[in-house]
């Protein structure tokens, strides 16, 4: 099994910036596929970034597009999310999930596809 714990989020305003990181412990993270999904209140849980095991390929959802980058590094056993220009819309609690995988290059959209969860972290972007 894997164990994953978000942090960086906080409160921030508008146009600003904030990174997330996501570090994993009790396997190495380079054999998942990573991705973030977030969660508004009162929305469900919807994709917004993941990235392959070898960090070649990488996919976002149309609202983050062009505003956040995900990246990893699996000598650290982390994963991250660059996400710039923020919006009040952004305002979700941000999960990161792993899914076991043997290809590398492959990336998930659907929370359904993965196997693990950390257990969140909040942002807010002030208008």
């Known amino acids: 099994q894997v164990q994953l714990v978000e942090s960086g989020g906080e409160l921030v305003q508008a146009g600003g910036s904030l990174r997330l990181s996501c570090a994993a412990s009790?396997?190495?993270?380079?054999?998942?596929?990573m991705g973030w999904f977030r969660q508004a209140p009162g929305k469900e849980r919807e994709f917004a970034a993941a990235i392959s095991r070898n960090g070649g390929n990488t996919n976002y959802a149309d609202s983050v597009k062009g505003r956040f980058t995900i990246s990893r590094d699996n000598a650290k056993n982390t994963v991250y999310l660059q996400m710039n220009s923020l919006k009040p819309e952004d305002t979700a609690v941000y999960y990161c999930?792993?899914?076991?995988?043997?290809?590398?290059?492959?990336?998930?959209?659907?929370?359904?596809?993965?196997?693990?969860w950390g257990q969140g972290t909040q942002v807010t972007v002030s208008s």
């Open positions: 009790g396997r190495t993270v380079s054999g998942y596929v």
């Open positions: 999930a792993a899914k076991g995988f043997f290809t590398s290059g492959y990336v998930f959209r659907r929370a359904d596809d993965y196997d693990y």
